[in-house]
C-alpha cells in the first residue's frame, strides 16, 4: 500500500514536499514513480527513482527537470519529491506508484502495478 502526502495550496514560486509512505514490502526491490494528473487531461511521469542505492537511475519529466528532486529512505519506507519553483501548470493530483518487483527505474506508466490514491497540488498565480 502506497500513501501519498504534503499537498496543499500554494502561490506560484513556492515549494513543497511530497511524501510517499509504504507498507510491507512494497517499496522493497521496486522503483517508485511519481505520476501527475489534471482535470480532463491523461495521467503524466513526473519522475522515477531506482532501488539499487549504487544506480538509483532518476528519471524526470522534461518540465520538472531542474526543479523538482525525486529522492527515497528505504529506512523509512518512503520516497519524497521536493518541489520547488512551483507554476500554476503544475497544479495536478499528484501520484506515487511502485513497479513490479526487481524493475528499474521507468517513465513507463505501464510497469507500475501499485498505486497510491494521490495529493493535490494546487498552484496559484
Known amino acids: 500500500q502506497l500513501v501519498e502526502s504534503g499537498g496543499g495550496v500554494v502561490l506560484a514560486g513556492a515549494s513543497l514536499r511530497l511524501s510517499c509512505a509504504a507498507s510491507?514490502?512494497?517499496?522493497?526491490?521496486?522503483?517508485i514513480g511519481w505520476f501527475r494528473q489534471a482535470p480532463g487531461k491523461e495521467r503524466d511521469f513526473v519522475a522515477s527513482i531506482g532501488w539499487k542505492s549504487s544506480d538509483l537511475d532518476e528519471k524526470y519529466a522534461e518540465s520538472v527537470k531542474g526543479r523538482f528532486i525525486i529522492s527515497r529512505d528505504n529506512g523509512k519506507k518512503t520516497v519524497y519529491l521536493q518541489m520547488s519553483s512551483l507554476k500554476p501548470e503544475d497544479t495536478a493530483l499528484y501520484y506515487c506508484?511502485?513497479?513490479?518487483?526487481?524493475?528499474?527505474?521507468?517513465?513507463?506508466?505501464?510497469?507500475?502495478?501499485?498505486w497510491g490514491q494521490g495529493t493535490q497540488v494546487t498552484v496559484s498565480s
Open positions: 510491507g514490502g512494497t517499496l522493497s526491490s521496486r522503483a
Open positions: 506508484a511502485a513497479t513490479r518487483f526487481g524493475r528499474r527505474s521507468t517513465d513507463d506508466l505501464n510497469d507500475y502495478v501499485h
